[in-house]
């Protein structure tokens, strides 16, 4: 049984049927994991959001609590997106700019600097996940772990094809409402543009635009958890 449907989440699996004797006093609704929201809620609004806002912030290993809070950090600044830059002074970020230098403020060196880098990297650390679901009830999310690189295809305004054009570091659950949180840099597509947080869902738009592709898979940082400080990224010549 996946980890959605033991705790209710909407997976696919299926407990014992209820007691008749036994009438609940409440019918709660199932809590959809991934689901648009109803209204959107864009990246200014989520400009607040602190570590403490994040479910079991605190039980994270010391390297991936690093790399939220500098991603949060690094979304607070509200730099504007510039193609091609991966250091705050360079006046702005771009996606995979955003994050590698998160990664690298997280204490490791050695690191892809472009999305699709960073998704092969991802992938021949053998811990990467493929999603095919791209619907709210999918459980081919139970394993999205805070710190983990999420990763887009089909971009709009890019020319890459199939390749990995897109990324971005998903942050964990807001404890008030179990909302997932990502943060990372978006260009001028959206209406924020920048550095910022979101919220993440699959489905139909992004923080009611329209893109920025298609959700491809997620995985952790190579050896971030365990304290690795060389990625053994080797670039291409």
């Keep these: 049984m996946s980890l959605a449907g033991c705790l209710g989440l909407g997976g696919r699996g299926h407990g014992p049927g209820p ?10 609704p199932a809590i959809v994991p991934y689901a648009m929201p109803a209204t ?8 607040g959001i602190k570590t403490s806002d994040i479910a079991d912030f605190d039980r994270q290993p010391k390297p991936i609590r690093a ?19 991966d250091d705050p002074s360079e006046g702005g970020l771009d996606c995979s700019g955003f994050v590698h230098y998160a990664i690298q403020q997280a204490g ?6 472009a999305s699709n ?49 897109h990324v971005k570091v998903y942050l ?11 943060a990372g840099a978006t260009n001028g597509r959206d209406r924020n543009g920048g550095g910022a947080i979101y919220e993440f869902f699959l489905e ?20 971030l958890k365990e304290g690795r400080t060389h990625g053994g990224f080797v670039p291409r010549p």
């Excluded at 139909?204 to 050896?223: A, S």
Aim: hydrophobic share 30%; proline share 8%.
């Design 19 to 28: 007691d008749p004797c036994l009438v609940p006093a409440i019918e709660q």
């Design 172 to 182: 964990g659950r807001r404890k008030s409402d179990n909302c997932p949180l990502m």
């Design 204 to 223: 139909g738009t992004y923080h009611g635009y329209v893109g920025p592709g298609d959700f491809y898979g997620y995985g952790p940082v190579p050896g």
């Design 40 to 47: 959107p809620v864009f990246s200014k609004e989520l400009a």
């Design 108 to 113: 490791m060196r050695n690191i892809p600097r």
């Design 117 to 165: 880098d960073l998704c092969e990297w991802v992938k021949k650390s053998g811990r990467f996940r493929t999603v095919r679901d791209q619907s709210a009830t999918t459980t081919e999310l139970d394993q999205l772990q805070p710190g983990d690189l999420l990763f887009w295809t089909h971009t709009q305004g890019t020319r890459r094809g199939d390749d990995v054009s």
């Design 67 to 85: 790399l939220i809070e500098t991603s949060i950090a690094l979304a607070r600044r509200r730099l504007p997106y510039k193609y091609g830059a």
